[in-house]
């Protein structure tokens, strides 16, 4: 079946530092979504990628969607307390089959 | 601003019995899921439910679970005998047209004794 990976597992950075995690898929997904998760909390969606090279901006985070719709990556500049988390992608690998597979996400700690 | 319900916060249950989780997703969206999270680990696809009837389930899904939409507002997960690793958290999600973001409950935690 799909499977969807995400590295690195934990990432501890120093608040003020940069935040990458990378994600990737098994498959060709349709389209791929990003969702935060605070301690003890459920999912919150942040954005959607459709489009092969797609990239989009909220404030400080950086969505990009490779070329080939299999990988994808979420950059966050300047990490604040509030970034703590964990950030999972989700993707859908067809179009009206809107199953959602979750990567296995990349839990933020930051150092104040 | 509307968001998914979830009933109860937490249930408790011996082995072998059954559990209904309740959920009331967002009134007009079309598209409800249940997923579950054991502690620590990814957010897994349990099922998906437009129009009255399962669209997809997961292999985790089996004879076991079952879900229902008794009437216009709530979606509810059964497991007709709970086993031990059971134990997690289960989200119900909804999306306006099975395409955009869903939007998660704030789970149920079940713990099988």
Known sequence: GQQVMQIPQYQHVQEGEDFTTYCNSSTTLSNIQWYKQRPGGHPVFLIQLVKSGEVKKQKRLTFQFGEAKKNSSLHITATQTTDVGTYFCAGISNFGNEKLTFGTGTRLTIIP | ?113
């Open chain 2, 1 to 113: 601003e509307p968001e998914v319900t979830q009933t109860p916060s937490h249930q408790v249950t011996q082995m072998g019995q059954e559990v209904i989780l309740r959920c009331v997703p967002i009134s007009n969206h079309l598209y409800f899921y249940w997923y579950r999270q054991i502690l620590g680990q990814k957010v897994e696809f349990l099922v998906s439910f437009y129009n009255n009837e399962i669209s997809e389930k997961s292999e985790i899904f089996d004879d076991q679970f079952s879900v229902e939409r008794p009437d216009g507002s709530n979606f509810t997960l059964k497991i007709r005998s709970t086993k031990l690793e059971d134990s997690a958290m289960y989200f119900c999600a909804s999306t306006r047209n099975g395409i955009h973001e869903q939007f998660f409950g704030p789970g149920t935690r079940l713990t099988v004794l």
